[in-house]
């Protein structure tokens, strides 16, 4: 192929961006978009803060821009987030107890429900567990409900959406450590109860390099019975475009990871300011990351 989403494609996976709303009017930004990628993530518009901002009042205007961006041109849809502790709406962030854990599980219900049937993967829970070697759930307003919090918002989110595939999604998980092996034990348990999860997202903000065992992180979760995806992938440092590959051919050797998600589309648009982590640079132009990754996902 000579895009990476035709090139993803012929190994049977989606090559996805992070999108904004408020971009889809640039016409570099959008040329870009429309010729390379094959699946969109909201980067911010489809957060608890942007489709509740007053309790039991939708907005979906923004989320509803990317959603019909992607879904007339044929691209997939990620979900991102249906919750998560941070951009939490300030009447939620005020919350606790059983009134938090069923405003929670409302939210999940009707978001879930507006998107019926136009999510290929929902990120249902995101970034609940701590960083550091405890391995233990991340304290948070939602988390103080009960540890049962992330179980009930899988099940929420499958009674309203059943066709849509359910993850989980963090950071710092991207090797064999204490929080990936946190989530591990999660996901296992969750398949042993039949708790529905059928999805780990690995965020994948990058230094320099993956850790040596990415690909048997990815591998162990796999071997659970859930598919892998790289959801949020972006890498800064001189070693850039040999870590973009050394990714890229680890979810091809995996055979349950489904996709690759990078985290935003020009160098300029990226949350990671002044660190150049993206495969386009700020007027647009391919870098050496991208054609590394197209390589990639073109060898064998
Ligand atoms: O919406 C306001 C806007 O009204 C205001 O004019 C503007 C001025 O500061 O701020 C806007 O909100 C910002 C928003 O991005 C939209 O640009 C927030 O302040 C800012 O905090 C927010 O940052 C986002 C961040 O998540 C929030 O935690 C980044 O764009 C987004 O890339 C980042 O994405 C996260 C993933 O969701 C989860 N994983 C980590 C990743 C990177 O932090």
């Not at 989403?5 to 570099?28: I, N």
């Not at 993530?41 to 205007?61: H, L, R, S, V």
């Not at 960083?131 to 919090?149: C, E, I, P």
């Not at 870590?243 to 935003?264: D, E, H, M, Q, S």
Request: glycine residues 10%.
């Amino acid at each position: 192929g000579t895009t990476l989403g035709a090139s993803a494609a012929e190994k049977g996976r989606y090559f996805g961006a992070a999108v904004a709303a408020g971009k889809l009017g640039d016409s570099t930004y959008v040329g870009i978009l429309n010729r390379e990628f094959t699946s969109i993530t909201a980067e911010n518009e489809m957060k608890m803060d942007a489709t509740e901002p007053n309790q039991g009042q939708f907005t979906f205007g923004n989320g509803d821009r990317i959603v019909n961006h992607a879904l007339g041109r044929g691209m997939k849809v990620r979900g991102h987030t249906l919750t998560w502790h941070q951009q939490q709406p300030g009447w939620m962030q005020r919350m606790e107890g059983s009134a938090l854990r069923q405003a929670m599980l409302n939210h999940v219900t009707r978001v879930a429900s507006y998107y019926r049937g136009k999510i290929h993967s929902w990120d249902v829970v995101n970034e609940a567990f701590a960083d550091g070697n405890s391995g233990a759930r991340r304290d948070s307003n939602l988390q103080r409900t009960g540890n049962d919090w992330i179980e009930a918002a899988f099940r929420a989110a499958r009674a309203a959406d059943p066709g849509a595939k359910l993850c989980y999604n963090d950071y710092n998980t991207d090797g064999v450590n204490a929080k990936s092996t946190g989530i591990y034990t999660m996901v296992r348990d969750f398949k042993a109860r039949g708790v529905p999860i059928d999805c780990v997202g690995f965020q994948s903000h990058l230094t320099n390099s993956a850790p040596g065992d990415y690909q048997a992180n990815l591998q162990r979760f796999a071997d659970l019975g859930v598919d892998v995806q790289i959801t949020e992938l972006d890498i800064s440092g001189s070693n850039q475009a040999n870590a973009y590959a050394a990714v890229t051919r680890a979810c091809l050797a995996v055979a349950r990871c489904t996709g690759i998600t990078v985290w935003g589309i020009r160098d300029s648009d990226s949350w990671r300011t002044g660190q150049n982590p993206l495969l386009f640079d700020n007027s647009g132009n391919k870098k050496a990351a991208y054609t590394s990754v197209l390589n990639a996902l073109n060898a064998g």
